[in-house]
């Protein structure tokens, strides 16, 4: 173990032994209890530039140049900062971050040097920012403060050169300083920045305004309670626009005009006394304009935005399920499970695709007739596999690609539904790449890394994400575990339905 590693388990050790029990924070006079958090953030001020340098290095060895070659492609993940976040089980937002600054840190760094040498200084991602990466390297600024900088000032333009800019950060570091006075937290930094950019850039407004809408993003990500969270940027042209539909669906709640045009009255009355929340009700008028786009959207098959592939929700549930009306069913890339009315009135809109399924949580193939999965088929696959099955990997059916584990070309591998499985595109690519290899026996799957990975091949499980499929299986159990009686075909026990929508 390294002298690193040894004061990283020392330090592990101290925190563990810190008090955590409230009747011992109960004891503490208030001055003692209000120096706490500042002690923790100067505490954490001084952690930080080691991940962060840690973090960067992680990067550094996981470039695109690596290809699969990669730290983090060759252990199994698409990009640095998803290796950061599984090491460290933070969010992406969050590994993301470390990733950035230390490779600020190791810019910094190779800078300094260069400088100090005399040697013509090398091709930097961003050299401007070389004082905030000595600054976080000090302990005097914060990774979250950092990255308040970065966001600032931005990149430079013809008009702006990198030197100018990273005088600016300079100055920012200076106001930033935890040893100061009056200290700006990463907030006010980000404005300040900001402010400073303008000031120094004031014709270079319109480019910025450019990179504001560049920005504009629509992203989701699954919470642990099956919500899924989207979030929407916006830059101001385009906020302007959705703070007008926002606020039609709730002005008259949120105490907007009061004076509205009388064909408009009954209206905002009606807002006001609706039993849901704003929240609620924002929501639902949100999604009633998506509904109605989406389907004006069909009809106009020239100007599509959607292409042929339709919104749908698609809806899994066994058929004892379906046929008794009780128990539950799942939507498909969602985690949990939905109450047997929820699929009732689905399956009443849309009908049912019978998908079977034998013992081994198999489903129907079609053969070696066709060399690619079809649809039909990839339902079935979408079903079972519930998501990409690399042990670890969360991309749902709808982002995966369907792998023949005995492969097409070298294998001559049937296009049958036991012998394909769903992969992201990631991992499709890296097992091909990095020559992976995947075996079933029966209804279980197993990974074989290369042995550039594992000397011994260790096989790993990837189990199905299904949780339909797991269902299923569950309610099989007991009646496996009574005598088989031969019954009349109708009457055998069918497997899952599913009804798209």
Same mark, same amino acid.
């Given at each position: 173990?390294?002298?690193?590693?040894?004061?990283?388990?020392?330090?592990?050790?101290?925190?563990?032994?810190l008090?955590?029990?409230?009747?011992?924070?109960?004891?503490?006079?208030?001055?003692?209890?209000?120096?706490?958090?500042?002690?923790?953030?100067?505490?954490?001020?001084?952690?930080?530039?080691?991940?962060?340098?840690?973090?960067?290095?992680?990067?550094?060895?996981?470039?695109?140049?690596?290809?699969?070659?990669?730290?983090?492609?060759?252990?199994?993940?698409?990009?640095?900062?998803?290796?950061?976040?599984?090491?460290?089980?933070?969010t992406?937002?969050?590994?993301?971050?470390?990733?950035?600054?230390?490779?600020?840190?190791?810019?910094?760094?190779?800078?300094?040097?260069?400088e100090?040498?005399?040697?013509?200084s $090398?091709?930097?991602?961003?050299?401007w920012?070389?004082?905030?990466?000595?600054?976080?390297?000090?302990?005097?600024?914060?990774?979250?403060?950092?990255?308040?900088?970065?966001?600032?000032?931005?990149?430079?333009?013809?008009e702006?050169?990198?030197?100018?800019?990273?005088?600016?950060?300079?100055?920012?570091?200076?106001?930033?300083?935890?040893?100061?006075?009056? $200290?700006?937290n990463?907030?006010?930094?980000?404005?300040?920045?900001?402010?400073?950019?303008?000031?120094?850039?004031?014709?270079?407004?319109?480019?910025r305004?450019?990179?504001?809408?560049n920005?504009?993003?629509?992203?989701?990500?699954?919470?642990?309670?099956?919500?899924?969270?989207?979030?929407l940027?916006?830059?101001?042209?385009?906020?302007?626009?959705?703070?007008?539909?926002?606020?039609?669906?709730?002005?008259?709640?949120r105490?907007?005009?009061?004076?509205?045009?009388?064909?408009?009255?009954?209206?905002?009355?009606?807002?006001?006394?609706?039993?849901?929340?704003?929240?609620?009700?924002?929501f639902?008028?949100?999604?009633?304009?998506?509904?109605?786009?989406?389907?004006?959207?069909a009809?106009?098959?020239?100007?599509?935005?959607?292409g042929?592939?339709?919104?749908?929700?698609?809806?899994?549930?066994?058929g004892?399920?379906?046929?008794?009306?009780?128990?539950?069913?799942?939507?498909?890339g969602?985690?949990?499970?939905v109450?047997?009315?929820?699929?009732?009135?689905?399956?009443?809109?849309t009908?049912t695709?019978?998908?079977?399924?034998?013992?081994?949580?198999?489903?129907?193939?079609?053969?070696?007739?066709?060399?690619l999965?079809?649809?039909?088929?990839?339902?079935?696959?979408?079903?079972?596999?519930g998501?990409?099955?690399?042990?670890?990997?969360?991309?749902?059916a709808?982002?995966?690609?369907?792998?023949?584990?005995?492969?097409?070309?070298?294998?001559?591998?049937?296009?049958?539904?036991?012998?394909?499985?769903?992969?992201?595109?990631?991992?499709?690519?890296?097992?091909?790449?990095?020559?992976?290899?995947?075996t079933?026996d029966?209804?279980?799957?197993?990974?074989h890394?290369?042995?550039?990975?594992?000397?011994?091949?260790?096989?790993?499980?990837?189990?199905?994400?299904?949780s339909?499929?797991?269902?299923?299986?569950?309610e099989?159990?007991?009646?496996?575990?009574?005598?088989?009686?031969?019954?009349?075909?109708e009457?055998?026990?069918?497997?899952?339905?599913?009804?798209?929508?």
């Amino acid at each position: 173990m390294s002298q690193f590693t040894e004061s990283l388990s020392v330090i592990a050790a101290a925190a563990a032994a810190l008090p955590r029990d409230s009747a011992t924070l109960a004891t503490l006079p208030e001055e003692e209890l209000l120096a706490i958090p500042a002690l923790f953030a100067d505490i954490t001020r001084q952690l930080e530039p080691s991940m962060a340098a840690a973090a960067g290095e992680i990067a550094r060895r996981s470039t695109y140049e690596l290809g699969y070659a990669g730290l983090a492609q060759k252990t199994g993940f698409r990009t640095p900062e998803k290796l950061v976040q599984h090491l460290t089980g933070s969010t992406t937002r969050e590994a993301s971050k470390l990733v950035r600054t230390g490779v600020i840190i190791q810019e910094a760094e190779t800078l300094t040097e260069a400088e100090r040498t005399g040697e013509v200084s $090398p091709e930097l991602t961003k050299p401007w920012l070389a004082p905030v990466g000595r600054a976080v390297t000090a302990g005097t600024l914060s990774i979250e403060a950092a990255e308040a900088i970065r966001l600032g000032l931005g990149a430079p333009t013809e008009e702006i050169s990198a030197d100018i800019l990273a005088q600016a950060a300079a100055q920012l570091v200076d106001i930033a300083d935890s040893r100061g006075e009056n $200290p700006l937290n990463a907030d006010q930094l980000l404005d300040r920045a900001r402010a400073l950019r303008d000031e120094l850039d004031e014709t270079g407004i319109a480019d910025r305004e450019k990179a504001r809408h560049n920005a504009r993003s629509f992203k989701r990500y699954r919470r642990s309670d099956g919500m899924t969270v989207y979030t929407l940027t916006a830059d101001p042209e385009n906020s302007a626009f959705v703070d007008g539909i926002y606020d039609s669906l709730t002005s008259p709640r949120r105490g907007g005009p009061r004076m509205v045009d009388l064909a408009d009255k009954s209206r905002a009355e009606a807002i006001e006394t609706d039993p849901r929340s704003t929240e609620q009700l924002s929501f639902d008028g949100v999604m009633a304009i998506l509904r109605i786009g989406a389907d004006t959207d069909a009809k106009t098959a020239a100007r599509s935005v959607l292409g042929a592939r339709r919104p749908a929700v698609r809806v899994l549930v066994t058929g004892t399920a379906l046929d008794t009306r009780t128990g539950h069913g799942r939507i498909e890339g969602q985690a949990g499970p939905v109450s047997i009315e929820t699929i009732e009135r689905i399956v009443c809109e849309t009908g049912t695709i019978p998908v079977t399924f034998d013992r081994d949580g198999q489903c129907v193939d079609l053969g070696r007739e066709q060399r690619l999965y079809s649809t039909l088929q990839r339902v079935g696959l979408a079903a079972r596999d519930g998501g990409c099955r690399w042990p670890s990997c969360d991309r749902p059916a709808s982002w995966s690609e369907a792998h023949h584990i005995n492969q097409w070309a070298r294998d001559h591998g049937k296009t049958d539904l036991a012998d394909g499985i769903l992969l992201c595109r990631h991992h499709h690519m890296l097992l091909h790449n990095n020559h992976w290899d995947v075996t079933r026996d029966g209804g279980t799957y197993w990974l074989h890394p290369p042995a550039s990975v594992d000397p011994a091949r260790t096989p790993r499980l990837m189990p199905h994400k299904s949780s339909a499929l797991g269902d299923l299986q569950r309610e099989r159990r007991p009646r496996e575990r009574r005598p088989r009686e031969r019954r009349p075909r109708e009457q055998r026990p069918r497997g899952q339905h599913q009804a798209t929508g």
